[in-house]
């Protein structure tokens, strides 16, 4: 029975494999940044799939992410007296959040894509805001 389970496994395995087509053409770029304090934040990437989570705290916290591929996530949090955010994706999909709490927050999202989703919550004095999306 467990040789009939392995060679069941090993053909499924083959069949998926032989499906997806050229594994290795794909690529992942996938980034988590945590800053206490640090200097400016900047990121690019240019994977098929791009996703990047930013957590920074600190007097002014200042984050720049730029992703190009077929998916882009990011996610950034700012916890600082002055914050500051900006996220361009060019992709089929994109998804960008941004939380923001001090004395002043702003942010921009910049999306082109087939499907397009950005959220901005910022609880400061002093808050801005901007998301621009646009499609093929």
């Given at each position: 029975m467990k040789r009939l389970?392995?060679?069941?496994?090993?053909g499924l395995l083959f069949l998926c494999c032989a499906g997806a087509g050229s594994a290795g053409a794909q690529t992942a770029?996938?980034?988590t940044i945590v800053s206490v304090?640090?200097?400016p934040v900047v990121l690019n990437q240019n994977g098929q799939l791009n996703m990047a989570g930013v957590f920074m705290i600190g007097?002014?916290?200042s984050a720049t992410v730029v992703q190009n591929g077929t998916n882009n996530a990011t996610g950034v949090l700012q916890f600082g007296g002055t914050n500051s955010a900006a996220i361009g994706q060019a992709g089929m999909n994109n998804f960008a959040f941004v939380g923001q709490t001090g004395q002043s927050?702003?942010?921009?999202?910049?999306?082109?894509g087939a499907?397009?989703?950005g959220a901005v919550a910022q609880f400061s004095a002093v808050n801005s805001s901007a998301i621009?999306?646009?499609g093929p």
């Open positions: 389970l392995t060679s069941a496994c090993a770029d996938i980034k304090g640090g200097p007097g002014s916290t927050a702003s942010s921009l999202v910049s999306q082109f499907m397009n989703t621009v999306q646009t």
